[in-house]
């Protein structure tokens, strides 16, 4: 539940700046990605869509060009509450793997950081 709540959190936040933060708007010009953040099970997840300037997100888990699939939900609530420093550190404790683009997740995490300052 937590996990969910977190995403829905971070989905409001991107949907917020893509509306009004101008420097934001710039960011998106010229990036079209579809990033997933789901659970191994497939069970709980996120998409995130950029495209054409805007931001939208919905539950399609199994399209996409980037996605971070997490053990279960609780390591990744865990994880990603901490911010880059949780991520990098499931990374490499293997609780996180990425699928996909990398160029694609890369530029997702300096999204979330754009968003999260």
Not at 13 to 23: A, H, L, V, Y
Not at 99 to 109: P, R, V, Y
Request: charged share 25%; glycine share 8%; proline share 1%.
């Amino acid at each position: 539940m937590r996990f969910l709540l977190l995403l829905t959190i971070l989905a409001l936040k991107f949907k917020k700046s893509s509306q009004t933060n101008e420097n934001f708007k710039k960011f998106l010009m010229g990036h079209e990605c579809r990033i997933v953040v789901k659970t191994k099970d497939e069970k709980k997840g996120k998409r995130f869509i950029f495209k054409d300037g805007k931001f939208s997100s919905d539950a399609v888990l199994d399209q996409y060009d980037a996605a971070m699939v997490w053990a279960n939900p609780k390591i990744g609530f865990n994880a990603m509450k901490k911010g880059e420093e949780g991520i990098m550190d499931a990374l490499q404790n293997h609780l996180v793997g990425i699928e996909g683009k990398i160029h694609s997740f890369t530029w997702f995490g300096a999204a979330i950081n754009f968003v999260m300052e």
